[in-house]
């Protein structure tokens, strides 16, 4: 049994695991509660184990940022073992869920880019996010995957099928092996050190039959790692995401000065199609608590205010490209009557794949007016998102 298991695990191909690209800029429900997020309307993307966002933006008098967003993936970062294709592809919502799921904070610092936030307090926030329906993988990612598949199982039947050759002609194998059974035929304890010691050697003799082997078939591995790392993860056709949160507004930047600044919950929804193009929308419902606005006559007030936001997004990614260009419109109208008056945003992006798992995301367009005064709404900011644990 012990020499069946050894010969298992030596045949077992071992393949070293590749680092992909899985950064599309996703939306951090963080950061969109507190404002600062690249886009409101983003598509589902697969996402990094690990990512952080960095934005600066007017107002700020620094070169340093002021807004920080943190996302983990709880499934890649706890996940033990490997995931197969099939459950990677799977529309089954237990997958979708599981590989989406994404935990979100954030900060935002005192800055003076939106009439909204008090440039004497610190704003914290918590969210996550998850996938209802993703889009199906593209037919170049199945074909590939075919392909990989299919060259892998040629060269791991040749390796085994050699492995298992050289094992029987292998004199000092067959020794081994030999002298392993007569022991056992005198009834000698499988654990016992002699038999042991056998076993060991057996092993060792094993590894270095199955080196030598792996190294006739550098061309064919060469190959199929090739093969392996232009390996991309393209999704089209519908899909759905949802997000949801809450944030603390800490008064003079003191802990136990805190309140509810606002909550909300959100759906992203829409196509990718493979021209390049998405169409995207969202209906969003935010709750501000204790929001303070500007009476007609001049004076101040506060009220629960609660809003209901409608929007869409267009996006070109040239297939094949690391730029991309897209632009949204959210209205937002105001469920409280007689507080504040309906208001709008609008945003457009410019984006950039830097590589390795970066993107630079530079944004410019109107922030919806302030519930205080309707004064600096104009948006202008440099982000950037990085992913770590990529590995797959």
């Not at 008098?61 to 294709?85: C, E, H, K, M, Q």
């Not at 008064?251 to 959100?266: E, L, M, P, Q």
């Not at 001049?298 to 297939?319: E, K």
């Amino acid at each position: 049994m012990l020499v069946c298991g050894l010969l298992a695990n030596a045949q077992t191909l071992d393949t070293s695991k590749l680092k992909l690209n899985l950064l599309r800029a996703p939306s951090s429900p963080a950061a969109n509660l507190l404002g600062f997020a690249v886009s409101d309307i983003e598509k589902p993307s697969d996402v990094s184990d690990f990512m952080f966002t960095l934005q600066s933006a007017t107002g700020t008098n620094s070169l340093f940022p002021s807004n920080y967003a943190v996302d983990l993936a709880p499934f890649w970062i706890f996940r033990s073992g490997a995931l197969t294709t099939d459950r990677f592809s799977s529309k089954n919502f237990s997958d979708v869920f599981k590989q989406s799921f994404v935990v979100s904070t954030a900060i935002r610092n005192a800055d003076t880019s939106s009439s909204d936030y008090d440039a004497r307090n610190l704003y914290q926030s918590m969210g996550i996010k998850f996938s209802i329906i993703r889009g199906s993988l593209s037919k170049k990612t199945t074909t590939l995957l075919e392909s990989i598949h299919e060259l892998q199982s040629e060269i791991a039947s040749g390796i085994n099928l050699a492995i298992s050759e050289k094992l029987e002609s292998d004199s000092i194998y067959q020794s081994l092996k030999r002298a392993r059974q007569i022991k056992l035929a005198e009834k000698m304890d499988p654990d016992h050190a002699e038999v042991v010691a056998i076993s060991l050697k057996m092993e060792k003799r094993l590894e270095k039959i199955k080196a030598s082997i792996v190294k006739t078939y550098t061309e064919e591995l060469a190959s199929l790692q090739k093969q392996a790392a232009a390996f991309k993860i393209e999704r089209f056709g519908f899909f759905m995401d949802f997000a949801g949160g809450m944030s603390l507004e800490y008064i003079d930047r003191t802990f136990n000065k805190s309140r509810v600044y606002n909550a909300g919950v959100w759906l992203n929804f829409g196509a990718n199609y493979q021209n390049g193009f998405s169409l995207m929308g969202i209906t969003r419902f935010f709750q501000n608590p204790d929001k303070v606005f500007t009476e007609s006559n001049g004076t101040y007030n506060s009220a629960n205010i609660s809003t209901l936001d409608a929007g869409a997004r267009i996006v070109y990614d040239h297939p094949g490209s690391r730029f991309s260009l897209s632009t949204e419109a959210i209205y937002r109208s105001v469920l409280t009557k007689n507080t504040i008056d309906p208001s709008w945003r609008w945003v457009m992006n410019a984006e950039y794949d830097i590589g390795n798992n970066q993107r630079l995301t530079l944004l410019f367009g109107r922030a919806f007016n302030g519930t205080t005064t309707s004064d600096g709404n104009v948006i202008a900011a440099l982000n950037f998102l990085k992913g770590i644990g990529n590995y797959r």
